[in-house]
C-alpha cells in the first residue's frame, strides 16, 4: 500500500519520502560544464567536474581516478545537498523534541 514500506530504513528511504513529498518539485541544483564540487564517492567526498547535464542527471568525473558517472542533481551525495538534509533533520529533530 505503500511505497516506502519496499524500502529499508535508513539514508534512501528517508531520501524517498521526502523525493516524494517535494514532487513534482524536487531539490535540483543548476549545473553546468566545467563545473567543480565534491561529491561522495565510496563514503568519501572527493573532487569532481561537471562533464554533462541531461534533465534531471549530469555527468560528472572525480579528478583522483577519472572515474565518470552519472548522478541527479538532486542526490545526498553532493556535498551541499548532504548539508542541507543535515540542516533539514537537525530542525525537525529541534521542532519534534519542542513539541513534546
Do not use: T
Not at 519496499?6 to 549545473?31: E, M, S, T
Not at 545526498?76 to 519542542?98: C, F, G, P, T, V
Amino acid at each position: 500500500e505503500d511505497v516506502l514500506d519496499d524500502i529499508p530504513d535508513g539514508a534512501h528511504k528517508c531520501f524517498v519520502r521526502q523525493y516524494l513529498k517535494d514532487w513534482p518539485y524536487p531539490h535540483l541544483n543548476k549545473y553546468r560544464a566545467g563545473q567543480s564540487f565534491n561529491v561522495e564517492l565510496n563514503g568519501v567526498m572527493q573532487m569532481c567536474e561537471v562533464v554533462a547535464v541531461d534533465c534531471s542527471l549530469m555527468q560528472v568525473v572525480f579528478q583522483e581516478n577519472q572515474r565518470r558517472e552519472w548522478i541527479f542533481r538532486g542526490s545526498m551525495r553532493l556535498e551541499h545537498i548532504a548539508r542541507l538534509w543535515e540542516e533539514r533533520n537537525k530542525q525537525e529533530s529541534k521542532d519534534d523534541s519542542d513539541s513534546d
